[in-house]
């Protein structure tokens, strides 16, 4: 662990009753928070920093510069990748809040919950209206794994072999839809080949509804 990387645990410390509560309070998994100061700061992800930064009222500005500088309340929180520990291809960019909904199934379908007073930061450039915690490894073919955040455009129909979150009964799931209307027949495929289809035929398409597009995921580093 690094000098920087002691400072911030100290102020952590400082702050926080301990590092778990510290985690929770910045939106982050422990493992992450653990990794963080392991693997170094300068390696961590723009939006994990932001959480860091966010939760210990820091400036990424300073964070970068190897400096902690604290921020007054009526400072603004640090903006996601500005300048971020000299990185080249870096560059600035604005965050929203993505409503949090619980968690969505990669396997067999489980039932949606939802959690609206939770949020999640997301750069405004991804077009999303919601988010969900994958659950599950059916959809590791296509890089989203257990745990992974997905992010999530609401539309009533996505184009065939879209990634789609979609609603059977009350119970949600996420897997590539391919819709044949000629013989009203829609099926789920799962990017793992471990997993058979789930296909959909005639009067059982009633119990069917798509809530969205699957437009990014994020994950931790493995």
């Known amino acids: 662990m690094g000098e920087l990387e002691k400072q911030v645990v100290d102020l952590i410390i400082k702050n926080y009753s301990s590092k778990s509560e510290f985690a929770r309070k910045a939106d982050l998994p422990y493992s992450t928070l653990d990794s963080i100061f392991k693997r170094g700061l300068q390696n961590a992800s723009i939006a994990n920093i932001i959480k860091l930064c966010n939760a210990l009222n820091i400036s990424a500005d300073g964070l970068s510069n190897g400096k902690i500088i604290q921020l007054n ?23 929203q809040k993505i409503p949090f909904l619980g ?7 489980i039932y949606a919950e939802e959690d609206k007073e939770s949020y999640i930061q997301l750069g405004t450039n991804v077009n999303a209206d919601f988010c969900l915690r994958a659950n599950g490894d ?5 890089r989203i794994h257990d745990g992974d955040l997905v992010f999530v455009r ?3 129909m996505v184009d065939n072999g879209e990634i789609a ?21 829609l099926v789920l495929q799962a990017e ?3 997993y058979a289809p789930f296909v959909y035929v005639g009067e059982e398409l009633d119990q069917i509804r798509i809530l969205g597009k ?3 995921f994020q994950s931790d580093v493995r």
């Open 103 to 109: 968690s969505v199934a990669c396997g067999e379908p």
């Open 192 to 194: 793992n080949p471990k």
């Open 138 to 142: 059916s959809m590791v073919g296509a």
């Open 154 to 156: 609401k539309q009533e």
């Open 73 to 95: 309340q009526n400072q603004l929180t640090p903006k996601c990748g500005i300048d971020l520990f000299s990185i080249d291809n870096i560059y600035p960019i604005s965050t």
């Open 214 to 216: 699957a437009v990014a």
């Open 165 to 185: 979150v979609v609603l059977i009964g009350d119970e949600a799931t996420l897997k590539r839809l391919f819709y044949y209307p000629e013989s009203q027949k």
